[in-house]
């Protein structure tokens, strides 16, 4: 949600957060639920696609509704677009690692042989918890 987003719903809900705080807000209402001073009800709709999260309190005669979260299904090139960044970011950072490893090995390599080819000989070995397939 962006803050034009947020801003309608603090508008629509009359609420009193702005939102830098949104968030912070957002995981104390979730701990509360998980604590039972709130509770959380989710709704369905299929037809439309959406979904409504509502955060309640009870009194003794009434239950308020003190902060509803709309969600709609999105597209699927939106989908497609989170996925390959998703990848694209997990591939960068195993080169990262890759690299950050290969600077390690060399250093050790470089300080202790002996250790190097121990880690070597580890890494090529069979483990025993390896099977054959």
Known sequence: MNEEEFSIMQQEQNLCVEYMQSVRILEQ???NVSQNVY???LVLNNFEETAFLYF???SE???DDLLILRFSESKPEN???DISHRIMKCQQ???LVQERLKDICGIIDQKNPALMKEIRRGVN???PGDHQG
Do not use: E, G, P
Request: glycine letters at 0%; charged letters at 35%.
């Open 56 to 58: 309640q309190q009870d």
């Open 61 to 63: 005669f009434r239950t």
């Open 93 to 95: 950072m195993n080169m």
């Open 79 to 81: 989908i497609k677009a």
């Open 29 to 31: 209402m979730i701990q």
């Open 125 to 127: 070995s069979k483990r």
């Open 39 to 41: 509770k959380a009800k």
